[in-house]
């Protein structure tokens, strides 16, 4: 499986740089060619961090004692001082993955235990497999991309974004509304929730208005791969910008957040005179915000998120009648959703 860990323009072309997937820390760098690579952050040797070293002529240096590793396979090429008549071991190198590089986004994948052959290229796939995607409709628009590390679990942030997103981002001239637009849309690999959207220059319109809209916000996640699209639409259908957000576990309980926005130039087209003249057609019309706060986030009551699924849940709520009780009274809640 393709995890996406980062933005392809992050990365330089003559330094390592760092990422990380929950506890494992993995270093991204440009080879000769200019194809990124990725290594595990750990030198073999004396376990310093590889991305403390330098990329040079395409391979990666260790900072402490100057073992120097290639990309694709992460094998040992150079250490200093070795006699002329001794070899590296072939087997001697650092753990690869397998990269590939779509819409902006950087994916890793490794082999899985037993599993032989070479790893699928990410390229080789359907463009209707990544959620990653934006629409036809915006290729060749404006584009804007960015990354932060915020303080919540990657399984909270994307509970938010179907409960309470206004709380994780804002969109220049719209307020999100709680009017739902049918039930969650449940996918083998996807959750699909439409909500309304009003043009308004107030945070939060009356709710006399919430279904009287003009808009809509389409929120899609895929909670195997921690992704998410968010799409601004028209009732025709017709996206105004798509949100594509990778949601990364960090350290600690931090999440990282890479996301990269498409919008259609005409944004603010169909906006009240009222909304243009503020300027909601000017710059990137989406704002994410990097600190959440948490009393709003404990306050948020569950809703769509309640089809999340969690792999913890039967081992958690199955010993006891208690936690059994509290099974049912999710159940209940999803009926209501």
């Not at 001697?92 to 790893?119: I, M, N, R, T």
């Not at 709680?178 to 690999?189: A, I, S």
């Not at 808009?215 to 259908?237: F, H, I, K, N, W």
């Not at 498409?262 to 087209?269: K, Q």
């Amino acid at each position: 499986m393709w995890f996406p860990v980062g933005l392809v323009d992050q990365i330089p072309v003559d330094k390592p740089y760092a990422v990380q997937v929950g506890e494992q820390g993995v270093v991204l760098f440009r080879d000769g060619t200019g194809q990124v690579r990725a290594l595990e952050d750990r030198c073999p040797h004396r376990r310093v961090p590889l991305s403390l070293g330098k990329v040079i002529d395409g391979n990666l240096r260790c900072a402490y004692h100057g073992w120097t590793f290639e990309g694709e396979h992460g094998r040992c090429v150079k250490i200093p001082n070795l006699d002329s008549n001794e070899r590296i071991s072939p087997n001697l190198g650092a753990d690869a993955y397998s990269v590939s590089v779509h819409e902006g986004f950087v994916y890793l994948s490794a082999k899985l235990p037993g599993q032989d052959g070479e790893v699928t290229d990410l390229t080789q796939q359907a463009s209707d497999d990544f959620l990653l995607t934006a629409p036809e409709a915006l290729d060749g628009e404006r584009s804007a991309s960015g990354s932060f590390t915020v303080t919540m679990v990657a399984a909270d942030y994307l509970a938010a974004l179907l409960d309470g997103p206004h709380l994780l981002l804002s969109l220049k001239g719209v307020c999100i509304t709680d009017f739902f637009l049918g039930d969650v849309t449940r996918k083998p690999d996807k959750l699909i929730l439409d909500r309304t959207a009003i043009w308004s220059n107030n945070r939060k319109p009356p709710e006399t208005a919430w279904g009287k809209s003009g808009l809509l916000v389409r929120t899609e996640l895929c909670p195997r791969e921690s992704v998410a699209r968010l799409q601004l639409m028209d009732l025709g259908d017709q996206p105004l910008l798509s949100v594509l957000m990778a949601i990364v576990p960090g350290k600690r309980g931090t999440t990282q957040v890479h996301w990269r926005c498409v919008w259609r130039s005409d944004y603010a087209a169909s906006a009240p005179l009222s909304i243009k003249l503020r300027g909601v057609g000017n710059g990137c019309p989406v704002s994410l915000n990097a600190s959440v706060e948490g009393e709003a986030i404990a306050d948020l009551l569950p809703g769509p998120s309640l089809y999340l699924p969690t792999s913890d849940y039967d081992s958690m709520v199955e010993p006891s009648s208690t936690n059994a009780s509290q099974k049912e009274l999710v159940n209940q809640q999803k009926d209501w959703v």
